[in-house]
């Protein structure tokens, strides 16, 4: 791991065609406050949100769902006094029900989004918000419909940017084609690579910016096995591949991951994350960490400099096909996701779209 002095200087970068400026790497809040374990003490969380930018990490990404809410208002304080030197994501589109049970309902519906959207900017004390997202897509309401309310409030000054999160290819083209959109959010890992397929084409093709969540497979590719601790079931329950079952077999993965770090003499997770970094030059990855030296050794993935053989020895090493299990739980990903009560698609006139 690098010394805090050896930190590499993080670069900065351009986000989608209207050039949003933010650190070529940024930092993932949800495991502060929300499902990786109970949540991290406030004031220790704020001061990594500060170590951070003083490192030159200055974009931040959160959720209103995170938490719920709690997330956003633990960023708010970081910030307070530094918003200038910020850019700060958040995403709305995904709530629970009244009872905060993991019955997940999207809403892409109007007046969702406007709600949504001054709720977050209470909660995190700004006047406005740098990047916007829809955080999931839904199927109830023609994204036209839910990208023109964004479009309202970058129109009124309470956003400055627009973006998707695991959105489809065809969406990304519907919501782009009402405003630009600055960024989408996806999963892209070595073990997550069917992005690359369709979405990443899209994005490159419209000048879209790309922003990787889960960048180390859930902390996996940083060598974070599930062992029963506090936290661990939450990984194990909702991804497949952190099951029991499906850990061992991707522990031969990981084994040939370390053996190229070591020819590289980086980490684990440096040698992950500088191949994400390689793959675009609009790409800017979100690893989410609740450390100081966790950050700091992400840093050190822009000293790691790899050619296109070796890029491609990496992700021979870990080959999709080899990867056991699903990215998430069938539940997670189809009909369980429950919808709000907004208009069905055949009750959108078409002049609305």
């Known amino acids: 791991m690098a010394a805090a002095a050896d930190v590499p200087t ?5 986000l989608g065609p209207e050039g949003l400026e933010v650190s070529a790497l940024g930092l993932g809040c949800m495991a502060m406050t929300f499902a990786y374990g109970a949540a991290k ?3 220790e969380m704020i001061e990594l949100i500060r170590h951070a930018v003083e490192r030159g990490v200055t974009f931040f990404d959160t959720a209103d769902w995170y938490g719920p809410h709690t997330n956003e208002v633990v960023l708010g304080k970081a910030i307070k ?4 030197k ?3 994501a958040t995403k709305f589109g995904i709530t629970t029900d009244e009872n905060g049970q993991w019955t997940i309902y999207i809403r892409g519906d109007p007046e969702w989004v406007r709600s949504a959207c001054e709720g977050s900017l209470k909660r995190l004390g700004v006047d406005y918000i740098d990047l916007y997202y829809q955080h999931r897509v839904d199927n109830k309401v023609p994204i036209e419909i839910t990208v023109r309310e964004m479009k309202k409030l970058v129109e009124e000054g309470k956003v400055k940017h627009l973006g998707l999160s695991e959105a489809s290819a065809s969406d990304i083209r519907r919501a782009h084609a009402v405003h630009p959109i600055t960024a989408v959010q996806l999963e892209w890992s070595l ?5 690359e397929e369709e979405i990443i084409p899209t994005c490159r093709e419209l000048g879209i910016g ?5 960048p180390l497979g859930r902390g996996f590719f940083a060598g974070y096995v599930p062992a029963g601790k506090e936290g661990d079931e939450f990984c194990s329950l909702l991804f497949p591949r952190m099951s029991p079952e499906n850990l061992e077999k991707n522990k031969v993965l990981l084994e040939r991951l370390k053996t190229l770090a070591d020819k590289k003499n980086c980490s684990l997770n440096q040698l992950a994350l500088a191949w994400v970094i390689h793959k675009d030059p609009d790409v800017v990855a979100i690893p989410g960490t609740t450390k100081k030296a966790n950050l700091d050794s992400n840093i050190g ?5 790899l050619s296109e053989e070796e890029i491609a020895e990496i992700e021979a090493a870990v080959p999709i096909d080899e990867v056991a299990g699903e990215r998430y739980i069938a539940a997670h990903m189809s009909s369980t996701f429950a919808y709000s009560s907004s208009p069905p698609l055949s009750s959108w006139k078409d002049s609305e779209i």
């Open 10 to 14: 993080v670069p900065r970068v351009k």
């Open 301 to 305: 993935a822009f000293s790691v400099h």
């Open 191 to 195: 073990w997550s690579r069917d992005v």
């Open 210 to 214: 790309i922003v990787p969540y889960s």
């Open 86 to 88: 910020v850019q700060i």
């Open 81 to 84: 006094g530094i918003r200038e």
């Open 41 to 43: 003490p406030e004031e």
